[in-house]
């Protein structure tokens, strides 16, 4: 699937701040993660680019990830013992993993919460990002 519009504008600036220039490898690994809910790991985000771009190698995609991961255009979330996984969604949220099927979701949280979590700290702490997840699992619907 071809990268849309919105998203190929969108990396274009983020690129252009960090004086980086796109690439169309960058624009498929930036255009499968865009689009993904499932949090893809890099090994599978190398197989949808390889639908888009059949000659991508999988180093190219990982150095696609770091400076895509770098420009804040996308996010790594990590689970102990799990490959990392990447997301399009920058907005403050937790994650839940589900242990039995390996799936991830975003769980939405109140924007108060995340300012009760901060106030946990010492004043003078200056937090850049909190990272919640939970893990259990979810029976299939």
């Known amino acids: 699937m071809p990268i849309t519009e919105a998203h190929l504008e969108t990396l ?27 949090h893809p790991t890099a090994d599978e985000i190398f197989a949808r680019s390889r639908q888009e ?3 991508i190698s999988l180093a190219t995609v990982y150095n696609c990830l770091e400076t895509l991961n770098d420009c804040s255009l996308i996010r790594q ?10 997301e399009p969604n920058l907005q ?9 099927s390996g799936r991830v979701m975003d769980v939405q949280l109140p924007d108060e919460l995340f300012s009760k979590l ?7 702490a200056s937090v850049s990002s909190i990272e919640l997840n939970f893990r259990g699992n979810m029976p299939q619907s």
Do not use: I, W
Request: charged letters at 25%; aromatic letters at 8%.
């Open 12 to 38: 274009n600036k983020a690129l252009g701040q960090s004086g980086l220039r796109s690439t169309r490898q960058r624009e498929v690994v930036y255009g499968v993660v865009a689009v993904a809910k499932d």
């Open 53 to 55: 771009m059949p000659t």
């Open 92 to 100: 403050p949220h937790a994650h839940f993993y589900c242990d039995k």
């Open 118 to 124: 901060k106030n946990l700290l010492p004043q003078t």
């Open 77 to 86: 979330v990590n689970f102990e013992r799990e490959s990392t996984r990447y």
